[in-house]
T-cell receptor, first 112, second 114 residues
Framework: EPEVTQTPSHQVTQMGQEVILRCVPISNHLYFYWYRQILGQKVEFLVSFYNNEISEKSEIFDDQFSVERPDGSNFTLKIRSTKLEDSAMYFC??????????FGDGTRLSIL | KQEVTQIPAALSVPEGENLVLNCSFTDSAIYNLQWFRQDPGKGLTSLLLIQSSQREQTSGRLNASLDKSSGRSTLYIAASQPGDSATYLCAVRRGETSGSRLTFGEGTQLTVNP
């Protein structure tokens, strides 16, 4: 069964550094998402992306965050200047029109 | 603002028992509702999707129901097994636009004891 893949599985970064999290969505899906889950808290929506532009973003997704689909397969989340509170599990998801969102295994981001 | 609540927060049952997990949401204007399973340190596995026009969906030993007007969904697990031990998450999609967000509950942590 096709799946969403995320790399790396764990990223450790110094505060203030830039980090890029990478995702390969399911190949025939058109909608892409990023969510995050701070340890012990709910999964929170960050942003959705369709047709090479952001279709919706949450209040968490401020100017420090950006997303990009640099080629036909990858979907990336960049955090420009990381803060301690950015430490979380980041999940990528993708979906077809109107159907289930399928999630990757996540990238655990640890900010030191 | 949509709020999703799941009760109970944790549940421990002996193997073979039938059980019900509850999810409630504050805004009944949803497009669909999705149930997920999350194993420790892992991603979310989609279990069932119920469209707002549907009342229930079934997959194997799992049955999910939706009462949109009262803002409730239940996930019924029949004949539970130790392999069912995981956290179960409920999420609602608010809009008809396919890119619209999922809003998650905090989950029910299920332990099935052999």
């Amino acid at each position: 069964e096709p799946e969403v893949t995320q790399t790396p599985s764990h990223q450790v970064t110094q505060m203030g550094q830039e980090v890029i999290l990478r995702c390969v969505p399911i190949s025939n899906h058109l909608y892409f998402y990023w969510y995050r889950q701070i340890l012990g808290q709910k999964v929170e929506f960050l942003v959705s992306f369709y047709n090479n532009e952001i279709s919706e973003k949450s209040e968490i997704f401020d100017d420090q965050f950006s997303v990009e689909r640099p080629d036909g397969s990858n979907f990336t989340l960049k955090i420009r200047s990381t803060k301690l509170e950015d430490s979380a599990m980041y999940f990528c998801a993708s979906s077809e029109v109107g159907l289930s969102q399928h999630f990757g295994d996540g990238t655990r981001l640890s900010i030191l | 603002k949509q709020e999703v609540t799941q009760i109970p927060a944790a549940l421990s049952v002996p193997e073979g028992e039938n059980l019900v997990l509850n999810c409630s949401f504050t805004d009944s204007a949803i497009y669909n509702l999705q149930w997920f399973r999350q194993d420790p340190g892992k991603g979310l596995t989609s279990l069932l999707l119920i469209q707002s026009s549907q009342r229930e969906q079934t997959s194997g030993r799992l049955n999910a129901s939706l009462d949109k007007s009262s803002g409730r969904s239940t996930l019924y697990i029949a004949a539970s097994q130790p392999g069912d031990s995981a956290t179960y998450l409920c999420a609602v999609r608010r809009g008809e636009t396919s890119g619209s967000r999922l809003t998650f509950g905090e989950g029910t942590q299920l332990t099935v004891n052999p």
